[in-house]
């Protein structure tokens, strides 16, 4: 994701190399159990089949890695995917949508380190900034633009090759 220009769900040996150990007895790990472990009631060592929630029509370009190395999380595109018993599409992904981000990137951005972690918040913002009048994730995300030289492009041609 941090690499590629374009995310893809990895292989279930990615997966399984820290989930074998990491939240092991997750009801939610059933499927990768069910692939991966032949100890697993109901093995069948078949790939997961995995169901794409979201895409882009033909003529997006869209590079995944440009938003993650500058501090937009995940949950900025895809919203609380932790918290989903089944991921569904919770931003639009319009044109309109994509533009409003980049108009205001500040109110996406985050330090680096902080782009996967799903708890971030305002509570966090103090031990980033030294700068009293930091207070919000918007107030950092002001200074995470100037500091990663953020200047998202509105033309046509930025999303649309």
């Given at each position: 994701m941090d690499v590629a220009g374009h995310s893809?769900?990895?292989t279930g040996n990615t997966c399984w190399n820290c989930h074998q150990h990491v939240q092991r007895d997750s009801p939610k790990l059933a499927p990768l159990h069910k692939?991966?472990?032949p100890n697993f009631p109901g093995y069948d060592g078949k790939p997961i089949e995995w169901v794409r929630v979201h895409k882009s029509p033909d003529y997006v370009y869209f590079n995944h890695s440009a938003?993650?190395?500058?501090g937009i999380s995940c949950q900025s595109c895809h919203g609380d995917v932790h918290k989903m018993d089944v991921v569904w599409q919770a931003q639009s992904h319009?044109?309109?949508?994509c533009l409003e981000c980049h108009r205001a990137p500040e109110k996406h951005l985050r330090p680096l380190e902080e782009v996967y972690n799903f708890e971030y918040g305002d509570d966090d913002v103090a031990k980033y900034s030294k700068d009293k009048g930091v207070k919000t994730t918007e107030d950092l995300g002001l200074k995470l633009k100037e500091q990663f030289q953020v200047n998202p492009k509105e033309s046509?041609?930025?999303c649309h090759h």
């Open positions: 893809n769900v990895p692939s991966m472990d938003h993650v190395n500058r319009s044109m309109g949508w046509c041609a930025t």
